[in-house]
């Protein structure tokens, strides 16, 4: 009958291949921190785009709109990565892909039906269903 410290496999080289990496990550670090060149001009600092002179702050704030456009822009792109798919193997999965699909796409149908009735994709100030704040006194 075998025993326990038959299955088990050694861990020494693990432990040596972790050790060989921390060093070789050390000493490229340390490497670069010798031979790098280090600047000390007051331009080294500055934002620099594209050979222009930056004519404002290099921290602009924008609008959560933007992020939200974009994360439905992405959201919905990989869904026609989906669906893609499914169009390449159409033939193959039959009247079930194509049930499947279907209710996909309506489930992507009525996410876009939510958001649209959220107001998130208006670009509009207050346009939302859930902004209609009561200011004591002193309403715009």
Do not use: C
């Amino acid at each position: 009958m075998a025993g326990i410290a038959d299955y088990a496999t050694p861990l020494w080289p693990m432990i040596v291949y972790f050790m060989a990496v921390i060093l070789l990550v050390a000493a490229m670090l340390a490497l670069s921190y010798a031979l790098g060149q280090k600047h000390r001009e007051r331009s080294t600092g500055e934002p620099y785009e594209s050979g222009m002179v930056p004519t404002g702050p290099a921290r602009l704030r924008f609008d959560v709109q933007f992020y939200m456009v974009a994360m439905f822009f992405v959201i919905f792109d990989i869904e026609a990565v989906f669906i893609f798919a499914w169009s390449v193997v159409v033939r193959e999965v039959g009247w079930a892909g194509y049930i499947e699909i279907s209710l996909f796409i309506a489930v992507l149908a009525v996410a876009l039906a939510y958001l649209w009735r959220q107001g998130a994709l208006n670009w509009g100030r207050s346009n939302r269903t859930g902004d209609k704040i009561l200011l004591t006194g002193t309403e715009r």
